[in-house]
């Protein structure tokens, strides 16, 4: 894994080292302060770039065109307001879907398995093991975002969330976040309504580079792919990883994300 993940810059294969803890001080104290952090050349140019060589023509013959309106929550029983709220405020969301099960043989495949990853991810979020994802479809996913093509705004369910930035947009496809929008007791509707009508001054954007291991606390940050231009499209892979073993979708829940049961 030498040649794919630049380990001399961020030693995971190395836990308890001094170099090791001391990125994942650097990591934490990110979390804490900006609620991501991100590793810039995680992954080296000439891995990446044999990345996007690996996924870009199965993007192109055998993603799943996933395709959908949907509010912020992905969920249209919210019942602790009115159905008209600004917070229940509909989007349309356009990209191309690979699943785990297409990846087999790739490096984000090998890359998600290596299991230095998820070990020195639970150490960062002070967690005692995180396990890969029991779901055959969901466990690792790359998603592509040609001209037009856009993931609104929304939050998401797990708790952090682990991205892999493949290849950059041509324009467009920029990463906007707003942080602790909302927490686990408080869903701060208005909030949200707010920044959906554009009057949250605190939206940040976060400029990734192809090759940068992007973390963030997905359940509670607010966030979107703006609308791709131009002829390159976003690539980006995206690691799932919980803090117990087996979770899975369900299979309506598979044949809503990815088009099939399994």
Same mark, same amino acid.
């Given at each position: 894994?030498?040649?794919? =993940?630049?380990? !001399?810059?961020? #030693?995971?294969?190395?836990?308890? %080292? &001094? ?42 013959? =055998? ?11 992905? @969920?249209?029983?919210?019942? @602790?307001?009115?159905? @008209? ?26 890359? /998600? *398995? ?8 639970? *150490?960062?979020?002070?967690? #005692?093991?995180? /396990? ?11 998603? *592509? ?12 369910? %797990? ?13 467009? +496809?920029?990463?906007?976040?707003? %942080? ?5 007791? !408080? #869903?701060? /509707? ?9 009057? @949250? ?5 976060? &400029? ?9 606390? +997905? ?10 231009? +131009? ?8 690691? %799932? ?22």
């Amino acid at each position: 894994m030498k040649d794919v =993940i630049d380990l !001399d810059r961020y #030693p995971i294969d190395q836990p308890g %080292s &001094p170099a090791y803890r001391d990125l994942v001080s650097a990591c934490q104290r990110n979390m804490a302060d900006h609620g991501m952090f991100n590793l810039d050349g995680f992954v080296r140019p000439a891995a990446i770039a044999r990345a996007a060589a690996e996924v870009q023509p199965l993007a192109r013959t =055998i993603s799943y065109t996933h395709e959908r309106n949907h509010n912020v929550y992905f @969920d249209n029983a919210i019942r @602790d307001i009115a159905p @008209d709220h600004g917070a229940l405020t509909t989007f349309r969301t356009v990209h191309h879907t690979l699943c785990d099960d297409q990846l087999v043989g790739t490096v984000v495949h090998d890359l /998600y *398995e290596y299991a230095p990853l998820p070990a020195f991810l639970a *150490e960062v979020m002070r967690l #005692p093991t995180l /396990y890969l994802m029991g779901d055959p479809l969901a466990r690792a996913n790359v998603m *592509e975002y040609r001209a037009g093509e856009t993931l609104d705004w929304h939050f998401d369910r %797990s708790v952090f969330t682990t991205t892999l930035l493949i290849q950059a947009a041509g324009e467009g +496809g920029t990463f906007e976040y707003r %942080s602790e929008l909302r927490s686990d007791t !408080d #869903p701060n /509707y208005e909030g949200v309504a707010e920044l959906l009508a554009g009057m @949250d001054p605190n939206i940040r954007v976060n &400029p990734l580079v192809a090759g940068t291991l992007n973390v963030f606390a +997905g359940k509670n940050t607010l966030h979107r792919v703006t609308t791709v231009r +131009g002829a390159r499209s976003r690539l980006v892979a995206v690691f %799932s990883y919980y803090d117990r073993p087996g979770v899975s979708f369900s299979e309506a829940e598979r044949v809503g994300f990815y088009g099939r049961p399994g």
